[in-house]
Each structure stands twice: as C-alpha cells, then as structure tokens.
C-alpha cells in the first residue's frame, strides 16, 4: 500500500481533535504533504504524531474529516460494512428497526455514526443516501456494496443535494443508483403514521426524520382532556408535508397546514386522507408568516418550524433577528395559555440565542413565554460528545401568557 498523503497541523489547534473533534478545519493546517482532491490522508500533530486519518477536500473550510483514529484499519467495503452494523445495532438498541410502528428513520448520521460525508434515511425498504464529500463521493462503490450487503434494500436512491457536490466539485446523481428502477415514492410508517412521499418532492432525503420525537410530544399536547372539552385547534406553520399537522389532528386536533410549497399541500393533504385524517386538517398554500399575523390568537398550540436561517456562522446575527420576529408572531397567534413550539435546524443558533429571541418576541408581543420543555433532534441522530456544532436541531415549547 502507498504511503498516505499527510495534513500537519498548526500549534494550538491540537487539542480538539484529539478530544474526539472530527473535523481539521483549514486554519489549523500548517501545510499537506502531497494530498490531492479525495485522498485519504493522515493527520500529524505538530510534532509529526499521529491524530487519525480522513479524506482530503482541497479548497474546503473542512479539508478533512476523520473516519478513523489508527494507522491499520483500511478503509474499504469491509470497513463500511463494519460501520454500517454498528449503525443498524445502535438504531436497535432505541427499537428502531424491529417492527412495523415506526420503519422510516435516520440509519446513518455521517460524524454522529463515524462515517462523515454520508447520510443514510431508511423509508421501509428503500435506502436514500446522500455523498457530502468528495472522497466519500469517490468510494460510493463500496457504500452502496455495503449497504446492500447490511440491508438488503429494495432500492437506494441518491438524494445528494446539489449545492453540496458543487462545494465538494462533483456531480451528484440523481433517483434509483441501485434496485428497482422504476421506484417513484418513499413508502414508511412513523409511529403508526403511514407515509407515502414522492421522489420529486425536494426536502432533505424526502422527510425531516430528526423531528420524530417532538411530533410525538406535540400530539399528547394537542390531544383535548375532559368529557366536554372542545378539540383544540392547532396551527403548523412552515408544515412541509404536514408531519406535525398528522400528529395533532390524530390526537383529536383541528388542523390547519400552511407551507409555500404547492407540492408539499398535495402529498400532505393525500397522506392526511390515507390515514383517516382529512376531515380534521386543512393545507393551505401560503406565507406562514402571514397566517400566524392574520390568526390574532385563535390557536391552542402553535407549531413554528422554519427552514434553515443560519447556514453559517456568517448568518447567525440576522438570523436571531427573524427567529425574534416569528416568536412574536408566533406568540400572537397562539391563545392565552395556549402552547407556542418554536424550532431551530441552525447548528449556529444554539438554545441559549433560541431562548433569547423567544423572550424579545414575546416581550414585543406584550406577553410572557414560559418554558415547559425542550426537544433535539431524535436519538437516530447521534452527536459525538466532542462535536457541539452536531447538534443542530432545538426546539423550546413555550405557554403563551398575559403580562
């Protein structure tokens, strides 16, 4: 075997990474030894130690991301096998992959799962994956070989998203790479929910599997007590499919789905019907910003979950400022003492700046937003204890009341 390129890093930018920090951030290098786009490389400490080895991208904030922390493991089919049995076993372990309630979730969350640069959603029997590096793009052979050899799937499809093979310099592909050809939609279940997505549909892999476990903790708020108790009426805002909207109305909820994206209303409202839910949900095309304006406090439970404000650290500040202001909104349109679920999928906003912009808009709203819990993204999206920038996802579920 040929001798690995090299990735020396600076003084003072060791200790992370020998924490358990998978990325080697461009300001840290000192200089590389002969690597080239895609390589697998290793990374030396100052003093020529050696820190683990990964894959180069040249150009990137990120030129390396560790797989490994010794010398000896080859990095081939055999080892993404391995990592993959790990990832199927620790999915086990929380009873993801042992029955029928729940067989759509996260199978491999790239550093959360030691294998950066691959996502991996399972929808039943069909795997979606997604190449975010330019040497995990190179080895995508031995990924798909050892996914069919872990899995058995149906299918696999490539869901890479365009704007990151155009950063890591590839070209993504696109539907079926392996197994049936003639597959058009996802087909799952979460929680005894039965989903039918189509390919064309643009978010993610198809579904916002991290949110699994607060949909399941805003369908017990939303579920109406007392004999004569009327059913609460329940807004998700920036609602995709509807996933939360689901989760309310079965719990006995009026829903109403507001998303910009005609599509998304479509496979929503379809999968509202095939569940026996129709009758309780309405979508509706729109700017959710202007249905928690025009609600004048009409909800019992508000759920708002945007897209993405922060992509980068660069964002954060104008970002804080627009998650303020749907807190506000938000707010409004929840009733006095009703519920407000305010999400944040920015890895740059932490809870602490969440927290914050959700006391400037309640304050702007003239009410008091008080705390009864927190969510993160579910457990089949693992965080390494030494990678805070993981965890991405949070979620405050406030009681909206007067001053």
């Given at each position: 075997m040929k001798a690995l390129a090299t990735v020396r890093l600076k003084p003072g930018h060791v200790q992370p990474i020998w924490?358990?920090?998978?990325?080697?951030?461009?300001?840290?290098?000192?200089?590389?030894?002969?690597?080239?786009?895609?390589?697998?490389?290793?990374?030396?400490?100052?003093?020529?130690?050696?820190?683990?080895?990964?894959?180069?991208?040249?150009?990137?904030?990120?030129?390396?991301?560790?797989?490994?922390?010794?010398?000896?493991?080859?990095?081939?089919?055999?080892?993404?096998?391995?990592?993959?049995?790990?990832?199927?076993?620790?999915?086990?372990?929380?009873?993801?992959?042992?029955?029928?309630?729940?067989?759509?979730?996260?199978?491999?969350?790239?550093?959360?799962?030691?294998?950066?640069?691959?996502?991996?959603?399972?929808?039943?029997?069909?795997?979606?994956?997604?190449?975010?590096?330019?040497?995990?793009?190179?080895?995508?052979?031995?990924?798909?070989?050892?996914?069919?050899?872990?899995?058995?799937?149906?299918?696999?499809?490539?869901?890479?998203?365009?704007?990151?093979?155009?950063?890591?310099?590839?070209?993504?592909?696109?539907?079926?790479?392996?197994?049936?050809?003639?597959?058009?939609?996802?087909?799952?279940?979460?929680?005894?929910?039965?989903?039918?997505?189509?390919?064309e549909i643009g978010q993610k892999t198809g579904y916002y599997f991290d949110q699994r476990e607060l949909r399941g903790r805003v369908e017990a708020l939303a579920r109406s007590t007392g004999v004569d108790a009327k059913p609460k009426r329940v807004l998700d805002a920036y609602s995709y499919v509807g996933a939360f909207g689901l989760a309310a109305a079965r719990a006995g909820a009026e829903v109403t789905c507001v998303d910009e994206s005609a599509l998304a209303m479509e496979v929503g409202a379809e999968n509202a019907r095939a569940n026996g839910l129709a009758d309780r949900m309405r979508f509706e095309r729109g700017d959710a910003r202007r249905a928690m304006q025009d609600a004048h406090g009409a909800y019992d439970l508000t759920i708002v979950d945007p897209p993405r404000l922060a992509p980068t650290r660069s964002a954060r500040e104008q970002a804080l400022v627009m998650y303020s202001k749907l807190a506000e909104i938000g707010c409004r349109a929840t009733k006095p003492g009703g519920l407000l679920v305010l999400c944040s999928c920015s890895a740059a906003v932490d809870l602490s700046a969440l927290t914050r912009a959700l006391a400037t808009g309640a304050v702007r709203a003239n009410v008091s937003a008080l705390v009864v819990d927190r969510a993160f993204q579910g457990g089949d999206h693992p965080v390494p204890a030494a990678f805070g920038e993981g965890l991405y996802l949070k979620a405050l579920v406030a009681r909206i009341e007067p001053r």
């Amino acid at each position: 075997m040929k001798a690995l390129a090299t990735v020396r890093l600076k003084p003072g930018h060791v200790q992370p990474i020998w924490a358990g920090h998978p990325w080697v951030y461009a300001q840290a290098i000192e200089r590389t030894d002969g690597a080239t786009r895609g390589d697998e490389v290793k990374v030396l400490d100052p003093r020529g130690n050696f820190l683990g080895r990964g894959f180069y991208s040249a150009g990137s904030a990120i030129p390396v991301r560790l797989l490994v922390r010794d010398e000896k493991t080859p990095i081939d089919t055999s080892f993404f096998r391995a990592r993959l049995e790990r990832a199927v076993a620790a999915r086990a372990m929380l009873g993801l992959g042992t029955g029928d309630e729940t067989t759509g979730y996260r199978l491999v969350h790239a550093e959360g799962d030691l294998l950066p640069g691959l996502i991996v959603d399972r929808f039943g029997d069909v795997l979606a994956v997604q190449f975010l590096t330019f040497g995990m793009k190179e080895r995508e052979a031995m990924v798909l070989e050892a996914l069919g050899q872990v899995m058995s799937p149906r299918a696999i499809v490539d869901r890479t998203p365009s704007t990151s093979a155009k950063a890591e310099h590839f070209v993504p592909a696109t539907g079926v790479v392996r197994g049936a050809a003639d597959l058009h939609r996802f087909e799952f279940s979460e929680r005894g929910l039965h989903w039918s997505i189509p390919f064309e549909i643009g978010q993610k892999t198809g579904y916002y599997f991290d949110q699994r476990e607060l949909r399941g903790r805003v369908e017990a708020l939303a579920r109406s007590t007392g004999v004569d108790a009327k059913p609460k009426r329940v807004l998700d805002a920036y609602s995709y499919v509807g996933a939360f909207g689901l989760a309310a109305a079965r719990a006995g909820a009026e829903v109403t789905c507001v998303d910009e994206s005609a599509l998304a209303m479509e496979v929503g409202a379809e999968n509202a019907r095939a569940n026996g839910l129709a009758d309780r949900m309405r979508f509706e095309r729109g700017d959710a910003r202007r249905a928690m304006q025009d609600a004048h406090g009409a909800y019992d439970l508000t759920i708002v979950d945007p897209p993405r404000l922060a992509p980068t650290r660069s964002a954060r500040e104008q970002a804080l400022v627009m998650y303020s202001k749907l807190a506000e909104i938000g707010c409004r349109a929840t009733k006095p003492g009703g519920l407000l679920v305010l999400c944040s999928c920015s890895a740059a906003v932490d809870l602490s700046a969440l927290t914050r912009a959700l006391a400037t808009g309640a304050v702007r709203a003239n009410v008091s937003a008080l705390v009864v819990d927190r969510a993160f993204q579910g457990g089949d999206h693992p965080v390494p204890a030494a990678f805070g920038e993981g965890l991405y996802l949070k979620a405050l579920v406030a009681r909206i009341e007067p001053r």
